[in-house]
């Protein structure tokens, strides 16, 4: 859990200095960092706990790397809704103007998509789909490194 923690908020660091120097990332190009933080997390739990009681079986380790990946996307989900609220507050904004320009390029009326663009397209809608996302993302991670540290790594200790 320590570990899910530390590897968040390394995430949330870098997000902040990356903002800082001008240099923040759009919504959907910083998933890589969220996805190998959801390799690693259910590894070192799962390896942690393996090292810590070699008879654990494939439930216990499962339950160890999922209850850590799901404390990580716990944070990045309520650093995500401060971040876009009080942070970045221009990303969404920019987003949706340049999607606009599509709608309009396409025939659409203004009006009616930016409405539609403008109540899709929040920091809530984007934490909360980041939550399940990631959560979703983080159980299929979890029982694939399950899988591996039960059947690769407790031959090795």
């Known amino acids: 859990m320590k570990t899910a923690f530390l590897i968040a908020l390394a995430s949330m660091a870098l997000r902040v ?45 499962f339950r160890a790397g999922f209850r850590a990946a799901a404390l990580y996307t716990l944070l990045i989900a309520a650093f995500l809704l401060a971040y876009y609220t009080w942070m970045d507050v221009t990303s969404f904004p920019v987003h949706i103007n340049a999607l606009v320009d599509q709608a309009i390029a396409a025939g659409h009326d203004e009006a009616d998509a930016r409405s539609r663009f403008e109540r899709f397209f929040t920091p809530f809608n984007y934490a909360s789909l980041s939550f399940f996302l990631l959560l979703l993302l983080g159980a299929f ?6 899988l591996l540290v039960h059947k690769v790594l407790r031959r090795m200790t």
């Open 17 to 61: 200095v990356l903002l800082g120097v001008g240099r923040a990332p759009d919504p959907p190009f910083y998933m890589p960092v969220h996805l190998l933080a959801l390799v690693l997390i259910p590894f070192l739990a799962a390896r942690s706990m393996l090292r810590d009681e070699p008879r654990s079986g494939v439930p216990q380790l």
């Open 141 to 146: 991670n979890t029982l694939l490194t399950t």
